[in-house]
């Protein structure tokens, strides 16, 4: 995505030019999700096999018929004992973007959905929001109990995406546990760990994210997970969104995990994590994971460090 460096100067600029709010919240919204139907790398290859899942509803913001795009990866014939996943992906990132991430989940032992925001690859054509988005993630969960209603469920949010899952784990009461990887605390923080977040941002901010604030009212475990080397959300957001939650918790550090492959190089911390947090039975050959590090080991907060060498997605 644009460069989170540019934020906070572009939205000050865009407030004082554009004298309206409405133009203001478009841009951000723009900034934030950058929706996208396009795959990357071998994304597309990992995808094929993976079915196709629709979730038709009614908006409760437009008052119109809403279709998300899910694909599904599970074993067939699928135990009841398999838990399930629901798969909330980051700005640009759409399911097809996420099959290698979706497939490391399964390989952890999760048959896994992953849903499309509206405006995201085959989903209604809009452009998302902050509000949009809670809705579509809300959906998608009701779809999945419906059709799961006797196997654990899970939510799983990457970046943006596990601000959304925060705020979807504060509104329900049937999840298991919620699992969040390179997230962050708000936007505002976000913006804040940048070159340019000493400016005046925070009143004009739309799409806040707050997922600080929310989630203190999950009532499930939470697995927070955070790479060393993730140049664009410091660790240290992560870290203190974990020292926010009040229920059983974990905070896995993989080291040299960036914000986009933490996932993968971290897989023995993550069924270490898994298995001792929401007691999944652990493959045989997984290796055990180290202890998760003391606020202490965090890389200290540096807004030069922060700051992503060029555009990339939240």
């Avoid at 497939?103 to 499309?116: C, K, Q, T, W, Y």
């Avoid at 997984?286 to 890389?299: D, G, K, V, Y």
């Amino acid at each position: 995505m644009k460069s989170w460096s540019l934020f906070a100067s572009a939205i000050t600029l865009v407030t004082l030019l554009a004298g309206g709010c409405a133009s203001l919240d478009e841009h951000q919204r723009e900034w934030i999700f950058q929706p996208s139907d396009r795959s990357w790398g071998n994304s597309k290859a990992m995808a094929e096999g993976m079915q196709d899942e629709w979730i038709d509803f009614k908006s409760s913001l437009t008052g119109e018929p809403v279709r998300l795009h899910g694909l599904w990866l599970g074993d067939k014939p699928e135990s009841a004992d398999t838990p399930v996943l629901l798969f909330l992906h980051g700005a640009k990132y759409n399911v097809a973007g996420s099959a290698p991430r979706m497939r490391r989940m399964h390989e952890l032992g999760f048959s896994v959905l992953a849903i499309d925001y509206r405006g995201f690859g085959k989903s209604t054509k809009t452009l998302p929001s902050e509000d949009s988005a809670r809705e579509d993630a809300l959906a998608a969960w009701t779809w999945l109990a419906a059709r799961h209603p006797q196997q654990r469920r899970y939510i799983f949010g990457h970046s943006l995406g596990g601000a959304i899952g925060i705020d979807l784990a504060s509104r329900v009461n049937d999840e298991s546990g919620t699992i969040v990887e390179s997230t962050f605390t708000s936007i505002a923080d976000v913006v804040s760990s940048f070159k340019w977040g000493w400016l005046p941002f925070r009143p004009f901010i739309t799409q806040r994210f707050d997922a600080i604030d929310k989630v203190k009212d999950i009532g499930a475990p939470l697995l927070v997970v955070h790479g060393t080397a993730d140049a664009l959300i410091n660790p240290t957001l992560g870290r203190k969104l974990y020292d926010a939650a009040t229920v059983p918790k974990m905070f896995v550090l993989v080291q040299g995990g960036s914000h986009y492959d933490a996932n993968s190089i971290g897989q023995a911390q993550y069924r270490a994590a898994l298995s001792q947090l929401f007691r999944m039975k652990e493959p045989p050959d997984a290796t055990a994971a180290s202890e998760p590090p003391a606020a202490s080991s965090l890389p200290a907060p540096s807004r030069t460090a922060a700051r992503p060498s060029a555009p990339q997605p939240i």
